[in-house]
């Protein structure tokens, strides 16, 4: 394995030797493809095209002038095709899989956001796609499993362990050993084995290209502070790669901090986690005194996971990157605050970040320039939230 | 009792010895520890060794099993459910050696032994005589601390060889090699199959081309007539998901016996 799979200590290859000849070719398939001008031009054409890329930066000025911040901007991946970034990574992926001759594309989703962007990628391109979903998650989230199936995917109901997406992603990884030699595991987010968080993030690395440049344009500065919310971490990756060589730009990943960290019912694998091994990677996990994988909670789907990518854990040891975690409550309100300043229904997952918003001030000053990341529509989101308003 | 001097390692390589010298294949029997309850796992383990079980690879419950089929994942989930812990594990693996003088090993996954730290677990290990682990997450390429924690106690991490395992990978790991390797005989997860995988054989010839070490073949092994056509093949043959599979089947009273009894075919369908 390339030295590159690790971050310090973290990442790597934790799994089944069946897989780990899979795990190379698809190394060396990405790192061929990423220099063939014929395959990026393609990519940057479905961004373009089917995409809808560059997604819009909206100047969020009465959301800035209720949480007390000079300028609060929002990068807009919820305008992105499908309602959320996770198609820039599901679009890249189905390429690659379509460009090392695998046509049986697996998948697992948590919210379902991108299981629907695998399902879109695979119709535009011909693939067939299967689908792993915890039984907990389809019923939380089923506008999407319902979207799935008319994008042409199959859903498999995963009732196993929290039946949530660390479910699903085994069930997901158990299909692909049992099916290796014909099938594309396209995996969600900035998570597993290497090279996944490497890939993810590269073909997330768009959002934060374009936020960079958005910015030095609208505003003729860098923000001061650039803000996602953190579940595998792919949006969050895919922005800070944008601004990790500005040493100014202070960056925060903020967690779902469920019922509150001292509950123990959370998904903030950085901030309430131990090091440990999840998925194929080493990285922070949630678990138990003997090892254990620990049940989260979050009232979002897509954030609750016991674990997190392997970079994110070496950005928080080299204080790059500062990670807290905001509570479903602080969600909620952070949820109804943006849609009620600037007409715009955050999904639940940044509507975590949203929340951070009045803590950064708190943490960095009224004078600060903010870049959300504003991963998803909220569309998905509107049962949960009209039972937990009720 | 003298064998509290002898070393797991010593036992694993006498288990395949004994079984060769009595030209039949060498039986590794796979029990998750907790499973169905606390209580049963000592007779159960105690029936398997009755039945002429060679080595005995103590499953160590985890939440996440993802190389395993459906029935390992229920007797985890079970035993999780059950408070099984990986003291516990170990605890029942130093009994059966202190008391059967048997080959024993872990099987489990990275993370529990990872938490417990590995220097921490070599010296339990030791402590117990058991002769080391077989961890189906963590390949070659991510063993170097843990190799590093049990080799100065002579503790064996046997590795699992697949038939997507290609030659060159073969001939550059398998130098390394130590106890006896362990070739998977499917493409896929654990679980009881109809037949054997179609690459099994291939599988253990490639491997022989690399290594004198014992060679068992495991997953998917279910019945008398797979042993059996292994005769010739390999040298040893493991089995989990079929022994779970019986003793989840058995009534209450009947189980120990029920394994005993399965484990015997087994064994007696191994001899040329
Ligand atoms: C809108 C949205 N944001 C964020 C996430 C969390 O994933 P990640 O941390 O990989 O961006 C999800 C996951 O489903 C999502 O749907």
Same mark, same amino acid.
Request: aromatic fraction near 6%; charged fraction near 25%; glycine fraction near 10%.
């Given at each position: 394995m390339s030295t590159t799979g690790r971050y310090g200590r973290f990442g790597g290859q934790y799994l089944p030797e069946t897989l780990m000849p899979a795990v190379g070719e698809l190394e060396r398939a990405f790192d061929d493809a990423r220099r063939d001008e014929a395959f990026t031009q393609e990519f940057d054409r479905l961004l373009r095209e089917w995409v809808g890329r560059p997604t819009p930066l909206t100047d969020a000025s009465r959301l800035a002038r209720e949480v007390g911040l000079r300028r609060v901007t929002l990068k807009r991946e919820d305008l992105a095709h499908t309602g959320a970034h996770k198609i820039n990574n599901a679009l890249g992926q189905a390429l690659l899989a379509k460009r090392m001759g695998k046509h049986r594309i697996v998948a697992e989703t948590g919210a379902g956001q991108h299981g629907v962007a695998a399902a879109a990628a695979c119709a535009l391109l011909g693939l067939e796609c299967i689908v792993y979903m915890g039984t907990e998650d389809v019923r939380r989230q089923h506008p999407n499993v319902f979207r799935m199936k008319l994008l042409g995917a199959e859903v498999r109901e995963v009732d196993a362990g929290s039946r949530t997406l660390k479910? !699903? #992603?085994?069930e997901a990884i158990r299909d692909w050993v049992t099916n290796v030699r014909t099938t594309y595991y396209l995996l969600g987010s900035v998570v597993g084995p290497h090279p996944y968080p490497a890939m993810v993030r590269d073909f997330q690395s768009v959002i934060g290209r374009e936020a960079r440049a958005q910015h030095v344009e609208r505003v003729g500065k860098l923000p001061d502070v650039v803000v996602a919310c953190v579940g595998g971490g792919s949006n969050a990756m895919g922005i800070f790669s944008g601004f990790i060589a500005d040493r100014d730009v202070k960056l925060r990943g903020v967690e779902a901090g469920g019922l509150g960290i001292e509950s123990g019912k959370h998904a903030a694998s950085i901030v309430g986690g131990r090091e440990g091994v999840l998925h194929g990677a080493r990285s922070l996990v949630l678990q138990t005194d003997d090892g254990q994988i620990r049940e989260t909670h979050s009232v979002s789907a897509g954030l609750d996971y +016991? %674990?997190?990518? +392997? &970079?994110? !854990?070496?950005?928080? &040891?080299?204080? /790059?990157v500062r990670y807290v975690s905001r509570t479903d409550v602080e969600a909620l309100e %952070?949820?109804?605050?943006?849609? /009620?300043? &600037? %007409? #715009? #229904? +955050?999904a639940l997952e940044p509507a975590h970040a949203i929340a951070d918003l009045p803590h950064i001030r708190d943490d960095h000053g009224a004078d600060t320039d903010v870049l959300v990341c504003l991963s998803g529509r909220g569309d998905k989101d509107l049962d949960t939230v009209m039972e937990r308003l009720a | 009792m003298a064998t509290l001097t002898v070393d797991g390692k010593v036992r694993l390589e006498r288990a395949f010895a004994k079984a060769r010298a009595e030209r039949r294949l060498a039986v590794v029997v796979y029990l998750t520890v907790g499973y169905p309850d606390r209580d049963a796992t000592a007779p159960l383990l105690r029936a398997a060794l009755d039945g002429g079980t060679d080595i005995v690879e103590l499953g160590v419950p985890f939440s996440d099993p993802l190389a395993d089929g459906s029935t390992v994942q229920r007797a985890s989930e079970t035993a999780l459910r059950n408070g099984v812990t990986l003291d516990d594990c170990i605890r029942e693996g130093a009994d059966l050696v202190r008391e059967r003088d048997a080959a024993v090993q872990l099987m489990g996954y990275t993370n529990p032994f990872y938490r417990r730290g590995y220097e921490r677990l070599a010296s339990d290990l030791r402590a117990a005589g058991i002769a080391g682990v077989i961890v189906p997450d963590m390949p070659a390429e991510e063993s170097?601390?843990?190799d590093r924690s049990f080799a100065p106690s002579g503790l064996v991490r046997v590795d699992l060889y697949a038939p997507t395992t290609p030659d060159e990978r073969l001939a550059r790991l398998l130098p390394s090699a130590r106890g006896f390797v362990y070739c998977v005989s499917l493409t896929g997860v654990t679980g009881a199959r109809d037949r054997l995988g179609p690459d099994v054989g291939d599988l253990v010839a490639r491997v022989r081309r690399h290594t004198t070490l014992p060679v068992a073949v495991g997953f998917g092994i279910a019945t008398p007539t797979h042993v059996a056509a292994l005769r010739g093949v390999a040298d040893g043959v493991a089995v989990g998901s079929a022994v779970l599979d019986v003793i989840g089947r058995a009534a209450v009273p009947d189980r120990a016996t029920a394994l005993r009894d399965f484990v015997r075919s087994l064994v007696e369908a191994g001899r040329s």
């Amino acid at each position: 394995m390339s030295t590159t799979g690790r971050y310090g200590r973290f990442g790597g290859q934790y799994l089944p030797e069946t897989l780990m000849p899979a795990v190379g070719e698809l190394e060396r398939a990405f790192d061929d493809a990423r220099r063939d001008e014929a395959f990026t031009q393609e990519f940057d054409r479905l961004l373009r095209e089917w995409v809808g890329r560059p997604t819009p930066l909206t100047d969020a000025s009465r959301l800035a002038r209720e949480v007390g911040l000079r300028r609060v901007t929002l990068k807009r991946e919820d305008l992105a095709h499908t309602g959320a970034h996770k198609i820039n990574n599901a679009l890249g992926q189905a390429l690659l899989a379509k460009r090392m001759g695998k046509h049986r594309i697996v998948a697992e989703t948590g919210a379902g956001q991108h299981g629907v962007a695998a399902a879109a990628a695979c119709a535009l391109l011909g693939l067939e796609c299967i689908v792993y979903m915890g039984t907990e998650d389809v019923r939380r989230q089923h506008p999407n499993v319902f979207r799935m199936k008319l994008l042409g995917a199959e859903v498999r109901e995963v009732d196993a362990g929290s039946r949530t997406l660390k479910d !699903a #992603i085994n069930e997901a990884i158990r299909d692909w050993v049992t099916n290796v030699r014909t099938t594309y595991y396209l995996l969600g987010s900035v998570v597993g084995p290497h090279p996944y968080p490497a890939m993810v993030r590269d073909f997330q690395s768009v959002i934060g290209r374009e936020a960079r440049a958005q910015h030095v344009e609208r505003v003729g500065k860098l923000p001061d502070v650039v803000v996602a919310c953190v579940g595998g971490g792919s949006n969050a990756m895919g922005i800070f790669s944008g601004f990790i060589a500005d040493r100014d730009v202070k960056l925060r990943g903020v967690e779902a901090g469920g019922l509150g960290i001292e509950s123990g019912k959370h998904a903030a694998s950085i901030v309430g986690g131990r090091e440990g091994v999840l998925h194929g990677a080493r990285s922070l996990v949630l678990q138990t005194d003997d090892g254990q994988i620990r049940e989260t909670h979050s009232v979002s789907a897509g954030l609750d996971y +016991p %674990g997190v990518g +392997p &970079e994110h !854990a070496y950005l928080h &040891e080299t204080g /790059r990157v500062r990670y807290v975690s905001r509570t479903d409550v602080e969600a909620l309100e %952070g949820f109804q605050l943006l849609s /009620r300043t &600037e %007409g #715009i #229904i +955050p999904a639940l997952e940044p509507a975590h970040a949203i929340a951070d918003l009045p803590h950064i001030r708190d943490d960095h000053g009224a004078d600060t320039d903010v870049l959300v990341c504003l991963s998803g529509r909220g569309d998905k989101d509107l049962d949960t939230v009209m039972e937990r308003l009720a | 009792m003298a064998t509290l001097t002898v070393d797991g390692k010593v036992r694993l390589e006498r288990a395949f010895a004994k079984a060769r010298a009595e030209r039949r294949l060498a039986v590794v029997v796979y029990l998750t520890v907790g499973y169905p309850d606390r209580d049963a796992t000592a007779p159960l383990l105690r029936a398997a060794l009755d039945g002429g079980t060679d080595i005995v690879e103590l499953g160590v419950p985890f939440s996440d099993p993802l190389a395993d089929g459906s029935t390992v994942q229920r007797a985890s989930e079970t035993a999780l459910r059950n408070g099984v812990t990986l003291d516990d594990c170990i605890r029942e693996g130093a009994d059966l050696v202190r008391e059967r003088d048997a080959a024993v090993q872990l099987m489990g996954y990275t993370n529990p032994f990872y938490r417990r730290g590995y220097e921490r677990l070599a010296s339990d290990l030791r402590a117990a005589g058991i002769a080391g682990v077989i961890v189906p997450d963590m390949p070659a390429e991510e063993s170097a601390e843990l190799d590093r924690s049990f080799a100065p106690s002579g503790l064996v991490r046997v590795d699992l060889y697949a038939p997507t395992t290609p030659d060159e990978r073969l001939a550059r790991l398998l130098p390394s090699a130590r106890g006896f390797v362990y070739c998977v005989s499917l493409t896929g997860v654990t679980g009881a199959r109809d037949r054997l995988g179609p690459d099994v054989g291939d599988l253990v010839a490639r491997v022989r081309r690399h290594t004198t070490l014992p060679v068992a073949v495991g997953f998917g092994i279910a019945t008398p007539t797979h042993v059996a056509a292994l005769r010739g093949v390999a040298d040893g043959v493991a089995v989990g998901s079929a022994v779970l599979d019986v003793i989840g089947r058995a009534a209450v009273p009947d189980r120990a016996t029920a394994l005993r009894d399965f484990v015997r075919s087994l064994v007696e369908a191994g001899r040329s």
